[in-house]
DNA sequence: ATTGAACATTTTAAGTTTAAAATATCCAGA
DNA sequence: TCTGGATATTTTAAACTTAAAATGTTCAAT
């Protein structure tokens, strides 16, 4: 049998929880290289964290801004971790709080001009490092493990899944 | 053409480079889903949090203990990260630094008595919480996964691979 | 033996993260 | 209107995280 033939009989022998194991370890530590480089090279280009791109990330697909809880639950973190996040975005001038007339309780959160600009090149760039990042995975294969994926988030209360 | 079929057409026509973003955006997701769950449990039934469960997961299959490098190299954080949970550890009595005789610069850090019972309860559990939660992913799909995210871990520097 | 580069760890400063408590506001029902 | 539960956000305390600088140690080449 060839050395392949052999991992693919151990791993068959496995009960499936030691598999499914074996794949959250995988997944967190994949997760977790990539974080890795695209945080040094977030940082290095365009000083901006990791977390800062991610709240910016989501502004710009939305056409009036966000509140704070609706930026919490999209990003999967903490109400009052995006507290501090939106501050120092606000001090940076790269997004601003409104107070919408509506409901006195609620900020909505939006990119400043100078904020969309930065993000549109910062974003540009994360695209082509992801692209070299995954690049040993080509397009077939990325849809297949997306879609492995968005079955598994439905298990799992919370989190919004999105394109 | 079926909804799903439309879903596949649209996907086929995405550039790999949107592909893959896709791709790391869910891993994201996913890794972060889980880890606020496992987070969650552990901190609720055991008293500890995910960064010591991981360290004591890194100890327990070590027959010698590690040094702090390789614990950092190992869970691919920064060292100076290390000092700071092994130091809550040590409170706990969970785990003990000791000085190698050979090289003054070192720690050896091992499981106590008391760490080694607490992780054998902590990941029994651990493996039933991510089976529960990765329950719509079979034995086959969990090895298709895996063995994808190995290719890509190859292209990132650092981390280091393990069973 | 000395020196200097490499190594292991800790410290520091800034930021992130969480859970829980506190504040302020909204809104529905009595 | 009033009251109480629900909602939105901030604050707090503790832990985590990183990058970079500082400290102490090792080791090889002189």
Do not use: Y
């Not at 030691?18 to 994949?30: C, E, N, P, V, Y």
């Not at 977790?32 to 964290?49: K, P």
């Not at 904020?115 to 994360?126: I, N």
């Amino acid at each position: 049998m060839t050395a392949a033939g052999k991992v693919r009989e151990r791993n068959a022998m496995r009960p499936a929880s030691k598999q499914r194991l074996r794949l959250w370890l995988r997944l967190l530590r994949s997760a977790r290289a990539i974080e890795t480089q695209v945080r040094e090279r977030l940082r290095i280009e365009f000083s901006i964290t990791l977390p800062q791109f991610d709240v910016m990330a989501a502004l710009v697909r939305t056409e009036n801004g966000m509140t704070m809880t609706e930026l919490s639950r999209h990003l999967m973190v903490s109400n009052g971790n995006v507290t501090g996040i939106i501050d120092r975005l606000v001090t940076e001038k790269l997004v601003l709080r409104q107070a919408p007339a509506s409901d006195r309780r609620s900020f909505i959160v939006r990119l400043t001009p100078k904020g969309e600009a930065l993000f549109a090149l910062a974003a540009k760039a994360h695209e082509g490092w992801v692209d070299d990042l995954l690049a040993d995975i080509d397009a077939d294969e990325a849809e297949r493990i997306v879609n492995d994926l968005d079955g598994l988030a439905r298990n799992l209360r919370g989190g919004e899944i999105n394109s």
